[in-house]
């Protein structure tokens, strides 16, 4: 078994080195460079250029945007537990209107500024079918996100936002012509 390396550096030699190798079915992307599109673009269609059969693995991603638009085969993210731990719970909300249709709703915790990003449960315009969400999903109720297990009852529900965003986001590559790997 050959090891999977990952790329730091997109504009460097990393990139062509691996590929010119031959060696490897897979390559990492892992930087601060991943955090911006225009960079993850640049080093995913250096790699695809170079190899289409390379599968790209993201470390540190989770952007529907971004993953709908890359074929990206497979990445990692930490958000479902940090958001969950901040008092943050993401829902996709059927009645949004944007392609990414992920509303952030505070529920609280340890945040304690309410940006303008964020829906506070109480006030959050489409409670009622949150509501019915998190009572069909996983029997909770507001109370549940509020009291014992708070923060491990929200990393649940985000956990499930995250293994549904995997289809959503498949399903919009589909539509696009962006190849599943």
Known sequence: MVPIPVVHNFYN????????????????????QSSNFRHLKHAVDRIKKGNPAIKIHWFGGSTHDWLIQLPIASCDTTSWAKSGAYGIIKYWNPRNEELDKTDYIY???RSSILDSSLHHFVTYPFRKDLEEYLQVNFR???QDLCG???KFNMQLVNMKYY??????INDERLRRGIPLE
């Open 148 to 150: 014992y297990d708070d």
């Open 13 to 32: 030699f990393e990139i062509d080195y691996y590929v010119r190798s031959r060696k490897y079915d897979w390559l990492a992307l892992g930087s601060k």
């Open 140 to 142: 909770f109720t507001y």
């Open 107 to 109: 529920v609280g915790g």
């Open 163 to 168: 293994t549904d965003m995997e289809k959503r």
